[in-house]
């Protein structure tokens, strides 16, 4: 067995495992730049590109940078006519009560980190002021950890109306829009046999480590809530929706929508990955409903996402047919 090979082999991520084996069945030849730094050349009828760390890398413009700032992704977004959610910016919890009053911003409101990801720091559904400050300490002690790191790491924190409806994930590849899933946050169904422990314990185990509901603060609080432990049997039927966002890293389900996204959605989604001139994005989408074309219906574009985990709409998270989007990937490159 060559080096490739073996290194392949090795390779512990069901994603990355995948994603070099589908190139190679593909055709593709690798070759490594540095082992000991995971830097693989790619090759295929004369084209070159790199493999780092197992991805695949599309977005090379600088303009794909401003998706990482979600507020500088909303002013572009809104320039071009596209619907984001109403905020405003605040770096302490006085200013956040000042300026949300100031904006005109209406309760339930969201506060969360201007660059993070994967949910980290993101509360929703804020009803008051004293909710509101109590956010922006949380949002601000993350910061805390970023600029000991970064000293240059932004300050701000954003306040936006909460958008009501349903939250997609939109894959946009050069133009066209590959895959859409609909995301539910993490909810636990009760059979009544089984406890609390069992059912997180069921939903976890045909999931990948990255994708696991692992029972933090916010499940603990929303049990407590419920008057539930982790040993309570809940009755059949009963629904505990034990997160608040739907970010599938945090054990949310993924339904694939890839069929049934309206023509006026994909033109949202295309048009906002024109304006950030990215050439391969996931678009967080907010709305009702993403198979309607009623152009009257709202909806926000709430962030995208630069370098996004297509796994989510690949089998085993997602639920439906799905898409082999790292095929899409990798023929994409080889007919650049
Ligand atoms: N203004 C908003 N209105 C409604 N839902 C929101 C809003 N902001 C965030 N969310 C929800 O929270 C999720 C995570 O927020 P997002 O900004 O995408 O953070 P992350 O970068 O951590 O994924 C979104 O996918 C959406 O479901
Ligand atoms: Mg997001």
């Avoid at 593709?28 to 070159?48: C, D, H, N, P, T």
């Avoid at 600088?62 to 596209?82: A, C, D, H, V, W």
């Avoid at 922006?136 to 950890?145: C, D, F, I, P």
Wanted: with cysteine.
């Amino acid at each position: 067995m060559n080096a490739i090979n073996r290194y392949i082999n090795s390779l512990e991520h069901p994603y990355k495992k995948n994603l070099c084996m589908e190139m190679q069945q593909m055709g593709v030849k690798m070759r490594f730049i540095a082992e000991q730094f995971r830097l693989i050349e790619l090759s295929y009828k004369g084209k070159k590109a790199y493999l780092y760390n197992e991805e695949l890398f599309f977005n090379t413009q600088p303009n794909s940078y401003f998706t990482i700032n979600k507020e500088l992704t909303k002013m572009l977004l809104s320039r071009q006519g596209i619907s984001t959610p109403k905020g405003t910016t605040a770096t302490t919890p006085q200013e956040a009560v000042q300026q949300r009053k100031k904006a005109h911003l209406k309760f339930p409101v969201v506060v969360k980190p201007i660059d993070l990801w994967k949910g980290m720091g993101v509360h929703l559904n804020i009803k008051n002021n004293s909710e509101l400050q109590a956010a922006m300490n949380a949002v601000l002690s993350l910061y805390t950890k970023k600029q000991s790191l970064n000293p240059e790491h932004p300050r701000h924190c954003l306040i936006e109306e909460m958008v009501p409806g349903n939250d997609h994930r939109v894959l946009v590849l050069r133009g066209k829009v590959i895959a859409c899933v609909m995301r539910i946050p993490a909810t636990l169904i009760g059979d009544g046999t089984s406890s609390i422990h069992e059912l997180i314990f069921a939903l976890n185990q045909d999931r990948p480590d990255a994708f696991q509901l692992i029972v933090d603060a916010e499940v603990r609080a929303t049990l407590k809530r419920c008057s539930l432990k982790l040993s309570s049997i809940l009755p059949k039927g009963q629904q505990v929706q034990v997160r608040a966002v739907a970010n599938i890293s945090q054990g949310g389900r993924a339904i694939d929508y890839t069929d049934r996204i309206s023509a006026r959605f994909k033109k949202v989604a295309i048009d906002s990955a024109r304006t950030l001139g990215v050439d391969f994005v996931g678009i967080d989408l907010v709305t009702e409903d993403i198979t309607s074309n009623n152009p009257k219906q709202c909806y926000a574009v709430i962030e995208m996402n630069n370098n996004p985990d297509y796994a989510i709409h690949e089998k085993p998270i997602v639920e439906g047919q799905g898409v082999n989007v790292k095929r899409l990937l990798i023929q994409a490159w080889m007919n650049k």
